[in-house]
């Protein structure tokens, strides 16, 4: 079996070596805090990053993303916007949804907030937007932001899709960064900080043992779902191709058990899917047939293909789920509807042009993206 690389979050570091973790990272008195968190937000032990900030400081309310700070809503679902934790006695406050004005008037009546939940690395995935628009409101209101940093689960050397065009920024994609960033949340908040010029007070309190090669299973980390349709490491990685299916009529998988894995819909030709997009690197596709539960296609019987991972290095699943997208569109023209939000997650429209060329898109697109990732290396923590 490979040797798991020991790797401490930072929430374990603030648990370890308590204000003088935080001290090191500049802050000398949090004062009254809050923390933004979801299931994600634990010590390698499992126990509560809430839990150990109640230790630490003074810890006044917490506030949710989308799925709420237990994770119990699905995409997009209602989260409730006040509730008193029955764990800890704390208010909480969803920062997502109708909540949020609430959230905003007490986040900002503090003196620090902490930020301490697991990102995926993808443009699309909401969670970033959470934090990035807490920090906005931070500096406004002159309130210390802390973000308590972990691995980025597909690594931090791979960079690919596109670079998104602000015509097109929405809570799915906010700034002009790739599809797949290569950085960790933290390394995120300090380039958005800075590039969109924020001027938050912003600390990071950094991972140990963490390298930029290394994705989520080459360290002894336990895997926490960050949301209801990410369940793997897998996922995550599949998920930076194929969420773009969200935004056409074709199943992402959503009702099946393995989402962004398995994709299709009720009229596809799946063996002319596999004749067009042909061998893909470090991935192979299955033919598949699935029925979702819930989301499009529900109890209907889809067609399509369902993508196994054997190769992580090798596998590009920007170019691939686009391709799979691209094939499916060409053989099936009539039955297959691209919707608006379609740009939002790609980040430009190109794709509703009549003579759009997927292969000459990702060659065009890559090259932005190095220029992006060659800009992004000043933020690196590790």
Same mark, same amino acid.
């Given at each position: !079996?490979? %040797?798991?690389?020991?790797?401490?979050?930072? &929430?374990?570091?603030?648990?370890?070596?308590?204000?003088?973790?935080?001290?090191? &990272?500049?802050?000398?008195?949090?004062?009254?805090?809050?923390?933004?968190? %979801?299931?994600?937000? *634990?010590?390698?032990?499992?126990?509560?990053?809430?839990?150990?900030?109640?230790?630490?400081? @003074?810890?006044?309310?917490?506030?949710?993303?989308?799925?709420?700070?237990?994770?119990? &809503?699905?995409?997009?679902?209602?989260?409730?916007?006040?509730?008193?934790?029955?764990?800890?006695?704390?208010?909480?406050?969803?920062?997502?949804?109708?909540?949020?004005? @609430?959230? /905003?008037?007490?986040?900002? $009546?503090? #003196?620090?907030?902490?930020?301490?939940?697991?990102?995926?690395?993808?443009?699309?995935?909401?969670?970033?937007?959470?934090?990035?628009?807490? !920090?906005?409101?931070?500096?406004? &209101?002159?309130?210390?932001?802390?973000?308590?940093?972990?691995? %980025?689960?597909?690594?931090?050397?791979?960079?690919?899709?596109?670079?998104?065009?602000?015509?097109?920024?929405?809570?799915?994609?906010?700034?002009?960064?790739?599809?797949?960033?290569?950085?960790?949340?933290? /390394?995120?908040?300090?380039?958005?900080?800075?590039?969109?010029?924020?001027?938050?007070?912003?600390?990071?309190?950094?991972?140990?043992?963490?390298?930029?090669?290394? #994705?989520? #299973? @080459?360290?002894?980390?336990?895997?926490?779902?960050?949301?209801?349709?990410?369940?793997? *490491?897998?996922?995550?990685?599949?998920?930076?191709?194929?969420?773009?299916?969200?935004?056409?009529?074709? $199943?992402?998988?959503?009702?099946?058990?393995?989402?962004?894995?398995?994709?299709?819909?009720?009229?596809?030709?799946?063996?002319?899917?596999? #004749?067009?997009?042909?061998?893909?690197?470090?991935?192979?596709?299955?033919?598949?047939?699935?029925?979702?539960?819930? $989301? +499009?296609?529900?109890?209907?019987?889809?067609?399509?293909?369902?993508?196994?991972?054997?190769?992580?290095?090798?596998?590009?699943? =920007?170019?691939?789920?686009?391709?799979?997208?691209?094939?499916?569109? +060409?053989?099936?023209?009539?039955?297959?509807?691209?919707?608006?939000?379609?740009?939002?997650?790609?980040?430009?429209? @190109?794709?509703?042009?009549?003579? =759009?060329?997927? /292969?000459?898109?990702?060659?065009?697109?890559? /090259?932005? *993206?190095?220029?992006?990732?060659? !800009?992004?290396?000043?933020?690196?923590?590790?």
């Amino acid at each position: !079996m490979k %040797n798991k690389a020991v790797v401490y979050c930072g &929430a374990d570091i603030l648990a370890r070596d308590g204000m003088a973790a935080l001290r090191r &990272a500049g802050v000398q008195d949090p004062g009254r805090c809050g923390l933004i968190t %979801n299931p994600t937000g *634990v010590l390698k032990n499992m126990t509560s990053t809430v839990d150990m900030l109640v230790q630490v400081c @003074d810890l006044q309310a917490m506030f949710g993303p989308e799925h709420g700070v237990r994770g119990d &809503a699905q995409a997009g679902g209602e989260v409730e916007s006040f509730y008193i934790d029955t764990s800890t006695g704390l208010p909480v406050y969803s920062f997502y949804g109708k909540g949020l004005a @609430d959230a /905003e008037k007490v986040m900002t $009546s503090l #003196d620090t907030i902490f930020f301490d939940i697991q990102d995926i690395g993808a443009r699309f995935y909401t969670y970033q937007y959470t934090m990035t628009d807490a !920090m906005i409101r931070c500096a406004a &209101a002159g309130v210390r932001f802390v973000v308590l940093d972990r691995p %980025n689960p597909i690594g931090g050397t791979r960079v690919e899709g596109t670079i998104l065009d602000r015509r097109f920024s929405t809570f799915v994609g906010r700034y002009p960064t790739a599809t797949r960033s290569g950085l960790t949340v933290g /390394e995120f908040a300090l380039c958005i900080n800075e590039t969109e010029k924020i001027g938050c007070d912003l600390h990071v309190i950094p991972c140990e043992g963490w390298q930029r090669a290394m #994705d989520f #299973d @080459d360290t002894d980390l336990l895997f926490v779902q960050p949301s209801p349709n990410l369940p793997t *490491v897998d996922t995550a990685y599949s998920y930076i191709g194929t969420c773009i299916i969200e935004g056409t009529n074709l $199943s992402e998988g959503r009702g099946t058990t393995k989402p962004f894995e398995i994709l299709g819909a009720p009229w596809v030709d799946v063996r002319a899917l596999l #004749d067009a997009v042909g061998e893909q690197p470090g991935v192979y596709l299955r033919e598949a047939y699935f029925t979702p539960t819930f $989301s +499009k296609h529900a109890g209907q019987l889809c067609h399509g293909v369902q993508l196994h991972i054997h190769d992580r290095d090798a596998y590009r699943p =920007f170019a691939t789920g686009l391709r799979i997208f691209c094939a499916i569109l +060409k053989n099936h023209p009539e039955e297959t509807v691209m919707r608006p939000s379609i740009a939002n997650l790609l980040g430009t429209d @190109d794709i509703l042009q009549a003579d =759009f060329d997927a /292969e000459r898109f990702i060659a065009r697109e890559a /090259e932005k *993206v190095a220029v992006w990732q060659n !800009m992004t290396r000043s933020y690196y923590l590790y």
